[in-house]
């Protein structure tokens, strides 16, 4: 199961003014949806495919709007634990703002 945690930093959006918030989460919550995925109670989006999160990953981690108003964007790929309890979650934000050349396949293999 791939899952992705993703926060806007709200205050700093709001704080600039220069773009939305709502219209920010109202973006990533509908691509979310279009894969059919969904929002789970603890906050991180699931039952989307692998392909469909990393286009998203991918299109995201390209993005400016995201990068300079991401304040967490996690993955969490279960389908390759070793170990059922080990918990497997990837700080994509910290990966990407290190790669300048946001190779995204690197950084998840």
Do not use: H
Request: aromatic content about 14%; hydrophobic content about 35%; proline content about 1%.
């Amino acid at each position: 199961m791939v899952r992705m945690f993703i926060e806007l930093d709200k205050e700093k959006i709001e704080r600039e003014g220069i773009y939305s918030y709502e219209k920010m989460q109202q973006y990533i919550d509908e691509e979310v949806l279009l894969m059919g995925g969904y929002k789970d109670t603890d906050d991180w989006y699931t039952n989307g495919t692998w392909e469909g999160f990393m286009a998203l990953a991918t299109s995201l981690g390209k993005s400016d709007w995201f990068l300079d108003n991401a304040k967490n964007f996690l993955w969490n790929n279960k389908d390759y634990e070793k170990n059922p309890g080990d918990v497997c979650i990837n700080d994509l934000l910290e990966e990407i703002r290190k790669e300048s050349n946001k190779n995204f396949e690197k950084i998840l293999f």
